[in-house]
C-alpha cells in the first residue's frame, strides 16, 4: 500500500485501485476539535482537486479535497456518527471516504511522506 499527501493536507493510501482519503495530522492538529463532517454521496464521480466533502471544527472550517480522480465507492459512516475520530486517529478509523482510481498516474504529482514532512515544518 503506498501512502501519499496533498499540498492541502490530505492524506491517500492506495490498496490496488482502490484508495482510501481522510485528513492528516497537521490538518486535524490545525482545525482543532472536528465536530461535524460532510462526505461526498457513494457513486459520485470527483475530479483531481474537487471538493469532495467538508470538515468543521470549533474554530473553522474547511474543505477536503479530491486527491485523486475517480468514483466514490465508500464513506465513514462511523465518522458521520463520531466526528473526532478525525482527531483522534486521522490516519486509521478517521478516514473520510474510499475512491475507485480512474487515473493512477496522478498519484505520481502527490508528496511522499518527507516532502509533506518538509512542507509543514
Known amino acids: 500500500m503506498t501512502l501519499k499527501y496533498t499540498p492541502d493536507h490530505e492524506w491517500i493510501r492506495v490498496d490496488g485501485d482502490i484508495a482510501t482519503v481522510g485528513i492528516t495530522h497537521h490538518a486535524q492538529d490545525a482545525l482543532g476539535d472536528v465536530v461535524f463532517v460532510e462526505l461526498p454521496d457513494v457513486g459520485k464521480t470527483l475530479a483531481q482537486k474537487d471538493v469532495a466533502g467538508v470538515v468543521e471544527s470549533v474554530k473553522a472550517a474547511a ?3 479530491a486527491p485523486v480522480s475517480g468514483e466514490v465507492v ?3 459512516e ?3 456518527a463520531d466526528p473526532s475520530l478525525a482527531n483522534s486517529d ?12 480512474s487515473a493512477p498516474a496522478e498519484l505520481d504529482s502527490l508528496l511522499d511522506e518527507t516532502a509533506y514532512g518538509q512542507l509543514t515544518q
Open 78 to 80: 462511523a465518522l458521520r
Open 90 to 101: 486521522p490516519l486509521g478509523a478517521g478516514w473520510f471516504f474510499k475512491i475507485r482510481l
Open 74 to 76: 465508500e464513506v465513514n
Open 63 to 65: 474543505d477536503v479535497y
